[in-house]
């Protein structure tokens, strides 16, 4: 063990020892996560590890401090070191992203979402076009400003990727918020592909003549051309908006460049920090300086007090995401789902869309009689974290579905490689072909237990050869 992994393993275990001193259940919790971690082949799309670095970042003393407002701009005193590190994860922001302006103060991506649209409706209401409107400061709205609000600005419509067809819930889904600040329309993909068919897309925006159009997606496995959204948006006086949150690890590595880099191409972006980003729970906004003025009233429009400490380990995590290396890691990450792809087909695993370009594969499983519900728990039966998701048209609906979502960021994290990946699709078909659904129940199933335990052992053995965060050593045995 080098120098720097005895540091990282005595930080980690000090506070361990510190937080079970208070109260050594939560302690116990921590220590019991970290093994499970350790020991799950995990292909949940939306999950990573992030660095011990951006772990030990959150656990300080930026916890104990406010900071409405923005760096230089707080509503309380003695900011100067939350500006530092605010500034620094949006400099970061920026170059990384080659974006104007950078926001980086959202909890979580459904937190920048919300920032991001009312940003395009304040943005409206302070455009010339609509001074006379009487509408002058979206920060102090009334009920009757907000009647003349609604008549300035017409109908307020959104037009969103279908949940179904891949898109989230915060781009309209009407149980969402999203769903209820805007009219909403959706469009989805091509019945015999499962790809985004522009043209028809085309005229849906058209027809509906929205107010935002929003780009992006938490399960669709090819690339969206962003260059022909934006002109889209561009035809019916729309702004283009993309949520890149799945895949901001791989515009962060250069994997998606020219029309599949959303960042030249729309008014505002969203993303998380996690996921293929491989930072802390959070959000980030970026934007042209035309919206800029209004991104940055997040706080207080949409947020609540910033958390400086979340903030510091964006800072660290987008100053590990500049780093040559991590352009290898989103290149690897591609590579990955690919080979996964590879090794679900070669066993007769019908892919919504035939494969992957990004780094996420979906699994129709309702063509073996499973339900997307019953399938992750077999799966998990047998050592592989996976989630169940929606497949386009899907007759089991959103909570039970016909599909499971794979991707590979995490397991790119911990260093495996093509040739493993292939192996696990094919454990992954291994274990749906074992399952036998209950023909009563969209839950109920059974799996051959010979099936789960050759594939929980493989699965050992796979995370045998590459252990997670290996430079952190602790008892934990010893706690609890």
């Known amino acids: 063990m080098t120098s720097t992994d005895t540091r990282k393993t005595a930080a980690f275990a000090s506070a361990l020892d510190v937080i079970a001193q208070v109260e050594p259940r939560v302690a116990a919790a921590i220590g019991q996560e970290l093994a499970d971690q350790r020991d799950s082949l995990k292909l949940i799309a939306s999950e990573n590890y992030a660095s011990p670095a951006v772990l030990l970042a959150m656990g300080n003393w930026f916890s104990d401090k406010y900071a409405e407002g923005t760096p230089g701009r707080r509503f309380y005193a003695a900011c100067q070191n939350v500006d530092t590190v605010e500034r620094l994860a949006a400099e970061h922001a920026r170059d990384l992203f080659g974006a104007e302006h950078a926001y980086v103060q959202p909890h979580s991506g459904i937190d920048a979402n919300l920032v991001a649209f009312w940003a395009v409706l304040a943005h409206r209401v302070e455009s010339p076009a609509l ?45 969402n918020i999203s769903g209820k600040m805007f009219e909403q329309s959706s469009y989805g993909t091509d019945p015999s592909t499962g790809l985004i068919d522009y043209a028809a897309l085309r005229e849906r925006a058209r027809a509906f003549r929205p107010l935002v159009l929003v780009a992006g997606y938490s399960a669709y496995p090819r690339l969206v051309d962003f260059a022909a959204m934006r002109e889209i948006a561009d035809e019916v006086g729309a702004t283009l908006m993309v949520d890149m949150a799945h ?35 959070g959000g980030m906004v970026l934007c042209t300086e035309e919206f800029a003025p ?10 609540g007090g910033p958390l400086p400490h979340v903030m510091a380990a964006k800072a660290v995590a987008l100053a590990e995401a500049r780093r040559p290396e991590f352009a290898g890691y989103a290149q690897q990450i591609v590579a990955n789902a690919r080979a996964l792809a590879e090794g679900l087909l070669r066993r007769g695993v019908r892919l919504v869309t035939g494969g992957t370009d990004n ?40 909570w039970y579905t016909s599909g499971i979502r794979l991707g590979t960021p995490a397991l790119t994290t911990r260093g495996l490689r093509e040739d493993e990946l292939r192996e696990v699709g094919e454990l992954i078909a291994d274990v749906l072909a074992a399952t036998e659904p209950d023909a ?39 706690r609890g």
């Open 131 to 175: 001074a006379e409107a009487g509408v002058k400061n979206v920060d102090a709205l009334t009920d009757a400003d907000w009647q003349r609000l609604r008549r300035a600005l017409g109908d307020q419509r959104m037009l969103g990727m279908s949940l179904d067809a891949g898109g989230h819930l915060t781009h309209g889904f009407r149980p």
């Open 294 to 303: 209004s991104v940055d009233r997040g706080c207080p429009m949409v947020l």
């Open 359 to 398: 780094h996420l594969v979906l699994a129709d499983v309702g063509a073996g009689g499973l339900t997307g519900r019953q399938a992750e728990a077999s799966l998990l039966d047998a050592g592989l974290v996976t989630n169940r998701n929606a497949v386009p048209a899907d007759p089991n609906g959103p």
């Open 247 to 281: 895949f901001a690890g791989l515009v962060a590595g250069k994997v998606l460049t020219g029309d599949f880099d959303p960042v030249p191409h729309a008014g505002i972006v969203t993303t998380t920090t996690h996921k293929s980003l491989r930072g802390p729970r």
């Open 440 to 478: 009563d129940s969209k839950v109920r199933y059974r799996l051959d237990p010979r099936v789960a335990e050759r594939v929980r052992a493989r699965a050992a053995e796979l995370l045998a050869v590459h252990p997670l965060y290996p430079e952190v050593q602790l008892d934990l045995g010893t």
